[in-house]
């Protein structure tokens, strides 16, 4: 099981960047998909979480700028990211609830991440 992210790069303040994260793997299922951040010298934060009915839920730091949504087909998660400001400079990385069957056939849940894309608002 792995978690494939993209999208990261250089935006002006008040710019937009869309992030993704595509899992891939031999997947029963995926419940919660989160995007976290860290910026040097900071613990991860969680900004943004999805369940797999589609309910987000987001940190105070972002809310109205940032938007989370999945394609279930897909097995991807998406951060549309909005109305951008230096302080949301960071590596954002993303998180996924699996499930897998493994060669014995047993459930096996996994907490998957992604390799981290770094995001960078400056002028």
């Known amino acids: 099981v792995q978690l494939q992210a993209s999208g990261g790069g250089f935006v002006q303040p008040g710019g937009s960047l869309r992030l993704s994260c595509a899992a891939s793997?031999?997947?029963?299922?995926?419940?919660?998909m989160r995007w976290y951040r860290q910026a040097p010298g900071t613990q991860r934060e969680l900004v943004a979480a999805i369940t797999s009915g589609g309910v987000a839920n987001y940190a105070d730091s972002v809310k109205g700028r940032f938007t989370i949504s999945r394609d279930n087909a897909k097995r991807t998660v998406y951060l549309q990211m909005n109305s951008l400001k230096p302080e949301d400079t960071a590596v954002y990385y993303c998180n996924a609830e699996v499930l897998y069957y493994n060669s014995d056939d047993a459930p096996v849940a996994l907490n998957a991440w992604g390799q981290g894309t770094q995001v960078t608002v400056s002028s």
């Open positions: 793997g031999i997947i029963s299922r995926i419940d919660a």
